[in-house]
């Protein structure tokens, strides 16, 4: 199945994305920061990126700008977030290809 970048500073969020994910076939790398995020997908590549948009160092908006015009990588991106109105922001992640999520998820 495909291969799945989990960036996000939470340890706790983290550890249910990915073993969701993995009890449903995927695969999943893990990054802390934004920064540590560009390094995985430039070394080890992903088939989708999902992303918090709170995180040290890059954000998630700017991980999105980077991953596409810095990687130039045409992968899924799923931008989660906890704050309550994200119109502007989900549509600036639209314009980028992304997806906004509200936090919590399940």
Not at 13 to 19: C, D, E, H, K, Q
Not at 53 to 65: A, H, K
Request: net charge negative; proline share 4%; aromatic share 2%.
């Amino acid at each position: 199945m495909a291969r799945i970048l989990l960036a996000d500073d939470d340890a706790h969020t983290v550890r249910i994305m990915s073993l969701w994910l993995t009890r449903n076939g995927h695969q999943t790398l893990e990054a802390r920061t934004g920064a540590q995020a560009m390094r995985v997908l430039s070394e080890c590549g992903a088939d989708m990126l999902i992303s918090d948009i709170n995180m040290p160092e890059i954000n998630g908006l700017e991980l999105v700008e980077k991953v596409r015009g810095e990687l130039k990588l045409d992968i899924p991106i799923i931008v989660l977030s906890s704050r309550c109105d994200q119109t502007s922001l989900a549509e600036r992640l639209k314009a980028q290809g992304a997806e906004l999520y509200p936090k919590p998820f399940v």
